[in-house]
């Protein structure tokens, strides 16, 4: 053992040691920086990098053998067979290569360590082939002992080497595993020449070394450099791809890729950042919370190509708008996020607002069609209403709730009475799941009547939910959040069949008007129309659907199409709230339908309205002009319906008739007409019970 510790110094000349510790040494960092490559990729990559990282391997190994041989001052004169010399750097390479690919096989078996002993046998089958090719004149004597301890050595360090790569625990296991491997190289050579003695035998001739040992070191040096240059080259590039690639991914992680605006998590970190060290700020910082109105509709009828390209846009136009100290999120769906920072009055949050959402309200044409949406914003201002960017965007979002509820295309600004109702509505929502199935949902009729006669007419159905703790829940509170949560489809097919099934147990063939929800629309209306007729067995002739102009302005052309096969089927289409609406006469042009339903805040505001009096005369005279029946809703007192009989009005629905009832209550009151009664006793009993029971 002590030979292996004084071989250095006493038989090496240290120049070529130095030059062969300098190979060693880079080599050895890059092919464990390499190794550690090949097992974070796959594929062909991997195999590229396997093979460069044998060969630098090997080419480190052979070079610093070969380095330290033309250093070793032999005691007599020497040369190197090349072929032995060359196939023990095919060996070392090789060797290096099985190592390599079974450390790189597994991700924790024994492999691992057993690939790095490979490559350690690799360096001693090297070294002791290439002292093979050590010709002098006389004989070589081992010390085999010390031959096993070398083998051990590059065996033991090589299995460490790979476990250090493939098991790191710190962020510096890296170096520990080109340490081991430079270990495995030095302990080998080192041991395996004090392991040697030469016995000089002087008649023997050794072939002269045509090469000069400067030559030899500096071809083999530039040689192995240009090996490592390569192998640099690759990981560097490798490495650049992953960096690249970890750009990407955060790009990814940060951004949406429909639009590229920053998305929940981007908004969350540019927040934080902007938020950061805020506390004493008198300026103040708005966040506001925006959602595309009717955007599911066109999403429905267009597809997502169609709604992408509207989000796209969307994105775009409010970008293009933004000023310095604003930036715009999209956080998901059709909700977006925009945040303006350096405001100092409360005006100047909303004046954002309204900005912003008159480039929502921009039409957008897409494939020969306009694609109209509208927005509901929340607004909510640091630090009032929040010190963090997460409690500042939820406390936005309830505000944008509340936009929406106060019939959308409205802004709010957050109040802290809207938790609460936040927390009630959620409540509200799971518990309207539950009444679906439960039967905690019925529908009322209210009676419709001729305007001359009094006569019944029709009925029309009208949802109510028994909350089993609540008590009775008004339409206006749980409909918006059933058309918000998807649950109005069913529950609009509940209430189609089930008026269906009570119109066909009625003794006379009333008819029966169901409304229907913007959504259904986009969800196939007329085949459920179809397949629910049939189901029960009414008549196509006394269902009657009605359509709001809310329901059908998101895509007209659709709703067009839904209403012509609608009537196709048979059942008759309404014309609900006409009037309020955006564009009424437009739509009544465009659209055929069988019967108009003037709202009930104009014909209730008749006596008092000069305006109002003047609307409802006008959407009769146009009834009677396009022979379209004109019913107005509303009417509570014998001066409506005075007024409505004298201007033309065909038919009336209101508290004065009877309000809406339960099913067995409209039985009876059906079961009490008779039949083909004449109009003027119709008329005369209708005005002595002008008021049905409730």
């Known amino acids: 053992m002590w030979q292996a510790l004084t071989c250095l110094p006493e038989q090496h000349d240290l120049s070529y040691v130095t030059a062969a510790a300098l190979v ?5 960092l890059l092919s464990m920086r390499l190794l550690a490559r090949v097992r974070r990729n796959t594929g062909m990559r991997r195999l590229h990098l396997l ?58 078996g024994p492999e691992i360590e057993g690939g790095g002993a490979i490559f350690g046998l690799g360096i001693a089958a090297m070294h002791y082939t290439g002292m093979a090719g050590f010709e002098i004149p006389g004989v070589l004597g081992w010390n085999y002992p010390l031959v096993a301890l070398s083998v051990v050595f590059a065996a033991g360090f090589g299995a460490v080497a790979a476990n250090r790569i493939a098991r790191p625990i710190t962020r510096f296991c890296k170096y520990g595993g080109t340490l081991a491997m430079i270990l495995a190289i030095v302990s080998l050579h080192f041991t395996g020449m004090a392991a040697v003695t030469i016995y000089p035998v002087f008649d023997l001739a050794v072939p002269p070394q ?55 998590n981007g908004l969350a970190q540019r927040l934080h950042d902007l938020l950061a060290g805020r506390g004493d700020d008198t300026a103040r910082v708005v966040v506001l919370a925006i959602d595309l109105d009717r955007f599911k509709d066109i999403n429905d009828v267009h597809g997502h190509i169609g709604g992408d390209y509207l989000l796209q846009q969307v994105a775009r136009r409010i970008s293009g708008e933004l000023q310095e100290g604003e930036f715009l999120a999209r956080i998901g769906g059709d909700e977006f996020v925009a945040v303006k920072s350096e405001i100092f009055a409360r005006g100047e949050a909303v004046k ?16 020969h069609q306009t694609l109209a949406v509208g927005c509901s914003i929340g607004v909510a201002l640091f630090p009032e ?62 009676v419709q009547n001729d305007t001359q006669t ?176 004109v019913l107005a809703e509303g009417v509570e007192t014998t001066r409506h319906l005075d007024f409505l009989r004298a201007e033309g009005c065909d038919s009336v629905q209101g508290y004065l008739f009877g309000k809406p009832m339960p099913v067995d209550v409209i039985n009876r009151m059906i079961d009490e007409q008779k039949v083909a009664e004449p109009a003027e006793a119709q008329h005369a009993h209708a005005m002595r019970r002008p008021v049905a029971a409730a």
């Open 24 to 28: 060693c040494v880079l080599g050895s």
């Open 51 to 108: 093979f460069l990282s044998g060969l630098v391997a090997g080419g480190t190994v052979w070079t610093t053998h070969f380095a330290a041989m033309l250093g070793y001052n032999a005691p007599v004169a020497r040369a190197f067979e090349p072929a032995l010399s060359f196939a023990s750097l095919m060996i070392a390479v090789i060797l290096a290569w099985v190592g390599f690919f079974m450390t790189t096989r597994t991700r924790l």
């Open 210 to 264: 045509t090469l000069s040992d400067t030559f030899m070191i500096t071809s083999v040096i530039v040689g192995v450099s240009l090996m490592m240059a390569m192998g640099a080259s690759a990981y560097a590039i490798d490495l650049q791809a992953a960096n690249e690639a970890t750009e990407s991914y955060k790009q990814l992680a940060m951004h949406d890729p429909l639009t590229g605006l920053p998305n929940r």
């Open 352 to 367: 954002f607002a309204e900005r912003l959402r008159k480039v929502v309200l921009e039409p957008v044409e897409w494939q």
């Open 385 to 446: 209403h929040g010190q963090t960017g997460e409690c500042l965007t939820q406390r936005a979002d309830l505000a944008m709730y509340r936009a929406k509820s106060l019939g959308r295309g409205k802004i709010c600004t957050y109040e802290p009475s809207m938790d609460e109702a936040s927390r009630a509505r959620a409540e509200l929502a799971i518990d309207l799941k539950r009444a679906l199935i439960g039967n905690e949902l019925e529908l009322y009729y209210q």
């Open 454 to 629: 009094g006569g019944i007419v029709g009925f029309e159905a009208l949802i109510r939910w028994n909350h089993p703790q609540k008590g009775r829940i008004p339409p206006d509170a749980f409909i918006p959040i059933a058309e918000e949560t998807g649950l109005i489809i069913e529950i609009g097919d509940w209430v189609m069949r089930t008026a269906c099934q009570t119109a066909t147990r009625w003794r006379l063939p009333f008819k029966v008007a169901v409304n229907v929800a913007p959504m259904q629309l986009n969800h196939d209306l007329p085949r459920r129309v179809t397949e629910i007729l049939k189901e029960t067995g009414l008549q196509p002739a006394r269902l009657e659907i009605e359509l709001t102009e809310s329901g059908i302005i998101a895509d007209r052309q659709h709703a067009l199409q839904v209403v012509l096969a609608l009537k196709n089927i048979g059942v008759t289409v309404a014309m609900d709230d006409f009037g309020t609406g955006y564009s009424s006469l437009s739509t009544l042009q465009a659209f055929p339908f069988d019967k108009i339903k003037v709202d009930k805040s104009f014909v209730q505001a008749v006596e008092t309205s000069v305006h109002a009096a003047a609307i409802v005369k006008a959407t009769l005279l146009l009834g009677r002009s396009l022979n379209i029946p």
